[in-house]
């Protein structure tokens, strides 16, 4: 075989998905309505998707360093929608009132939360970005919650870099 013909095999086999993670091909983006991201098959894994919900898992050199991320979609208000999502994941009296921040997603002007423990010893803080497109709010969130302030963390502190990667990677399309 020459390099020629195996290189042209690989290519037909990264567009027939046969190399892609998550059974989608490797150039194909995760999409969830309008929301459109080009993410690194290498780094992550689609781990579940509907038509309203995905999660991301880290792999490759990421695994055991990074939380899973949630992309979520619902329809209404983006600071309601956002904060109800807040509550919902990282629920009880183990957490705080999420913090608020204006922040840019995906071209559109968008609400980043910060939730945090009440416990003493460290703990990681949920990070939960909205953005409103059409009526649509398209939610991401780390996958972080913890049942109590003793329990075994898999990931405490995250590189944020990653996550900041897979945000402005994050398009809203018509």
Known sequence: MTVHTIVSALRAAALSGVLAAGGAAANEP??????????????????????????LEPRGG???????????RRPGDVEQVCRALAHETWAGDLYGDPDP?????????ALRLAVHTRCRNATPVGHIACVEAG?????????NAIVSC???IPVLFPDPAPLDELLRSLRIEP
């Open 62 to 72: 990421l695994e055991g360093e990074q939380d899973p991320v949630r992309f979520v």
């Open 150 to 152: 003793r329990a075994d």
């Open 135 to 143: 009526g649509t709010v398209y939610a991401v969130m780390t996958v």
């Open 30 to 55: 995760l999409r969830l309505g309008g929301l459109a991201l080009d993410y690194d098959p290498g780094s992550w894994r689609l781990a579940r998707s509907t038509a309203d919900e995905a999660v």
């Open 101 to 109: 921040t204006p922040t840019d997603l995906a071209g559109h002007p």
